[in-house]
């Protein structure tokens, strides 16, 4: 629904006079839509009447509004937005003090959004505050067919974990989509990235739902959020791989334990379909973030690490971890990386990414705080050596030291040339990099790995 603000011209015709003015004179630099949409998610008339639904803007609308993503010929736009949040339909309506075509065009508003909404767009408002009552039980009727994975019970409610149908499964899925187009960076429509494919039966859609222990009639069933699981064959064994494809939980409900419960939640789906490994396809920094925190505190409790992260600190005490010319440094030993592969289905580049938490984490709890400043020379030589990989490559062989878990003494790892032996993610290789940005990575990764010590032991 598009309006257009009345005129005050004829109160105040030498503002209005300089307004013109200054909106003719200028080049129109076009409107981020970021600055110009608020989208609200409603339940109830007075929710979307009193502005008191759960709001937010700071969204990612690239790839809707052209190529350059603004928008043009607008003056005072102010888009809402508001989305059910019980049936995932939305209405909008459109303002703005002026439209004109001040050189770039005018940006045709309802077509970008329709791009963005598919047909879960209600035109008419009274129709939207109908489905407030209408379909306040849609999400009950979505999920009945679906199987609870797991459940927990909060005050008044159970948080149960629900296995969907590949077709209910891809109903609800179409409505939800535009939610994690705004919201999941780097997943958009241009990119293709979001579809699944109901005719694979790797896929599977599950549901984050609050239940209220009271079922009448006025209590709604609730989605609070969801996540796609990708199954496909390892070979040679043809154990099944699980990668986690997309997770979204929904703003209102983020920074509760959500996430945590559903990655752990994931994990067992791994363990108990005996899958080879679980891994996660580009996970966003803040989901990398809660994934290293729950595996690093899962193996600070295994058995078998503990001889291997003391023999590392054995190292980095008499400082002969960071004096190599040769890299990698601090790698776990390769047994140890498989034997947390087969007991929480970690992968080896999320092990590797855990493993420098690990030893710093013992590393602080031990008193071993002389080798800290050891430990982050070391750190800090492997982000280096990551960024300026191919001056650091060789094309002949490389030894090196790891520790072992095998002999107390030290065994080594013979590198073929060609690459560093370097698998851990995150970093951007860029070889004509300054040396200021690689300190920026170094810092980056430091504070990472602090944080999450900080998340799991307060230290
Ligand atoms: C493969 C991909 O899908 S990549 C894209 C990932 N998804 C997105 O980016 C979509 C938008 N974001 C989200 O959906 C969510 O923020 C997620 C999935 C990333 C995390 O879900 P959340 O429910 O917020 O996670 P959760 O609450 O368990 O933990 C988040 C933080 O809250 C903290 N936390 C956990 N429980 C509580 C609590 N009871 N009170 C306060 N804080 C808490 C955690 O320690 C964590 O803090 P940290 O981030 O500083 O380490």
């Not at 067919?145 to 797991?150: D, E």
Request: proline share 3%; glycine share 8%; net charge negative.
């Amino acid at each position: 629904m598009i309006m257009e603000e009345d005129q005050k011209a004829t109160e105040d015709p030498e503002e209005e006079a300089r307004k013109r003015r200054r909106f003719t004179d200028i080049e129109d630099l076009g409107l981020d839509p970021k600055d110009c949409i608020t989208v609200y998610l409603v339940s109830t008339k007075e929710e979307m009447d009193g502005g008191n639904g759960f709001q937010f803007n700071m969204l990612d609308f690239s790839g809707i509004f052209g190529d350059n993503g603004r928008i043009y010929g607008y003056q005072g736009l102010k888009i809402s937005i508001w989305m059910n949040i019980l049936s995932f339909q939305s209405f909008y309506e459109i303002n703005f003090e002026k439209r004109s075509n001040f050189g770039k065009g005018i940006t045709d508003l309802e077509p970008c959004l329709k791009i963005l909404f598919l047909d879960n767009l209600v035109d008419n408002k009274d129709d939207f505050i109908e489905s407030f009552s209408r379909d306040s039980h849609y999400i009950r009727d979505i999920i009945s067919s679906g199987n609870i994975l797991c459940q927990k019970s909060t005050e008044g409610h159970e948080i149960q974990i629900i296995r969907m149908g590949i077709e209910d499964a891809g109903y609800l899925y179409v409505r939800i989509v535009p939610l994690v187009v705004l919201l999941v960076e780097g997943f958009s429509y241009k990119l293709g990235s979001i579809s699944i494919d109901l005719n694979d039966e790797g896929w599977d859609l599950y549901l984050l739902i609050e239940k209220p222990v009271d079922q009448t009639a006025n209590n709604q069933d609730r989605l609070l959020g969801f996540f796609t699981v990708y199954r496909f064959y390892h070979y040679p064994d043809g154990l099944s791989r699980l990668r986690l494809n997309l997770i979204l939980v929904l703003p209102p409900y983020q920074h509760k334990g959500y996430g945590s419960y559903v990655l752990h939640a994931i994990n067992d789906i791994a363990i108990a379909g005996d899958a080879y490994d679980l891994t996660i396809k580009k996970p966003s920094k803040e989901l990398q973030h809660l994934r290293t925190c729950i595996d690093v505190l899962q193996l600070l409790c295994f058995d078998p690490i503990q001889d291997a992260i003391n023999a590392t600190i054995s190292l980095l005490e008499q400082g002969k971890l960071s004096n190599k010319a040769s890299l990698p440094q601090l790698l776990p030993p390769m047994d140890v990386v498989e034997d947390a592969r087969k007991t929480f289905r970690i992968n080896k580049s999320q092990f590797l990414q855990c493993w420098e938490a690990l030893v710093y984490l013992c590393l602080n709890s031990y008193a071993h705080a002389e080798c800290v400043e050891e430990y982050f020379t070391v750190i800090s030589n492997r982000v280096r050596a990551k960024i300026l990989g191919t001056s650091s490559r060789s094309s002949g062989k490389k030894v090196i030291d790891i520790p072992s878990t095998v002999e107390s003494k030290m065994s080594f790892v013979m590198f073929r040339g060609g690459g560093d032996g370097n698998e851990f993610k995150g970093v951007d290789v860029d070889q004509n990099i300054g040396e200021d940005h690689i300190k920026q990575l170094i810092d980056r990764r430091l504070e990472e790995i602090k944080l999450i010590a900080k998340k799991v032991y307060g230290t």
